[in-house]
């Protein structure tokens, strides 16, 4: 298929929380306008400012009950297809979800229509986190496996994801194409670092906060002198902020909220840690090589250890080992010459999250199908 046959994407993400996917998102739009394709965006309120004729953005109410957003987002889609149909477009047009979504695709087909779904989540994640209900997990994995076949394609954000949904869906025409991330790659920075040790992330139970809040507690009974930074923000603030007080951390770990100038806090850090329990990739690790931060991560089974190729770009501990977890913060903070070289040279290795080689393999997949 060649792309003049598609001339209309629409790009479907009803999701109203804030993260990585928003920025690969517009990166897209802009790439797919370059490239003289009609786009509808069917999403929540986002800071998207495109003024383009070939582009239409229809903007989601916000309910305070979820399930009512998840309807709302639905029925904007199907009439998106109808609309579509009725001018005979419907073979011309795609659905992109950046999001799993099964009723997107059950629409999607209804109305004859191609539909790629991007899978940004490590797909047994649920299994892992104690925190997540197992019998809700199972039931959304049955599903992935049910309605994954009925979509044209699957796109996985890393290998490990790739390996993963194959081995459970059995299917062929899933491929991984790393986040369109990076406009360029840093040169190398010199500023002097302060004694930081830097998240950024949504604070969930998925990310590993309090692992790390419990080895950075053992970190200053040990007399290093460190403060923990911590950006974002989640369902889990309070329950931060909580731990903070009752631990005596409040001098030590500073909490702040989302913000676009993150370069300040990495290239001010020492350390970043993610401690993740799962991950479909983690764009923060790309961020973090990209300042020269010398950068530790979990062995969560898809992601951030193939960003730092598996050791020789920075450090992995033990997922949920606080012990292995502080270890590693002391043999980066002893061994600190040797944590930059690590730095540098997953520096080196980011052209393979750079913008427009990543969105051109967006556009073979539409090509292929």
């Given amino acids: ?29 802009k790439f797919f306008l370059k490239k003289k394709f009609k786009l509808t965006l069917i999403s929540s309120k986002i800071n998207i400012k495109i003024d383009d004729k070939n582009f239409n953005h229809h903007l989601l109410k916000k309910h305070k009950n979820r399930l009512h957003s998840i309807y709302g987002a639905m029925i ?19 659905v992109f979800s950046l999001q799993s979504n099964s009723a997107a695709i059950i629409i999607s087909k209804l109305f004859n229509t191609k539909i790629i779904i991007r899978n940004s989540e490590y797909i047994l994640g649920g299994l892992i986190s104690k925190d997540e209900n197992i019998i809700k997990t199972l039931f959304t994995l049955f599903q992935k496996i049910i309605f994954y076949n009925l979509c044209n394609y699957i796109i996985a954000n890393s290998k490990g994801s790739e390996l993963i949904l194959k081995r459970i869906l059995f299917l062929k025409k899933i491929k991984y194409i790393y986040n369109p991330y990076l406009k360029k790659v840093n040169k190398i920075n010199n500023l002097k670092r302060k004694n930081n040790i830097l998240f950024v992330g949504r604070f969930v139970r998925q990310k590993g906060i309090f692992f790390l809040l419990k080895a950075f507690k053992l970190l200053k009974i040990k007399n290093y ?8 923000d989640g369902p889990d603030k309070k329950e931060i902020k909580k731990f903070i007080e009752l631990n005596d951390l ?120």
């Fill in 225 to 232: 002198n460190y403060k923990l930074i911590l950006v974002g």
């Fill in 250 to 369: 409040k001098k030590n770990v500073k909490i702040i909220n989302w913000t676009k100038n993150l370069s300040k806090y990495y290239l001010s850090s020492k350390i970043f840690v993610l401690p993740s329990l799962y991950e479909g990739l983690g764009n923060v690790v790309i961020e973090s090589l990209n300042f020269f931060t010398p950068t530790l991560v979990s062995n969560c089974k898809s992601g951030p250890s193939e960003i730092i190729l598996n050791g020789k770009a920075g450090y992995i501990f033990k997922k949920k080992s606080i012990i292995d977890l502080l270890r590693n913060i002391i043999i980066i903070d002893k061994n600190y010459d040797q944590a930059k070289k690590k730095a540098v040279f997953g520096n080196k290795s980011l052209n393979r999250f750079l913008i427009n080689s990543q969105c051109e393999k967006y556009l073979k997949i539409l090509n292929k199908i």
């Fill in 1 to 29: 298929m060649k792309n003049e046959n598609y001339k209309h994407i629409i790009f479907f993400y009803p999701s109203f929380e804030k993260g990585g996917v928003e920025k690969i998102l517009i990166t897209l739009i």
């Fill in 76 to 94: 904007a889609l199907k009439e998106k297809l109808k609309e579509q149909k009725k001018k005979n477009l419907n073979k011309n047009t795609i």
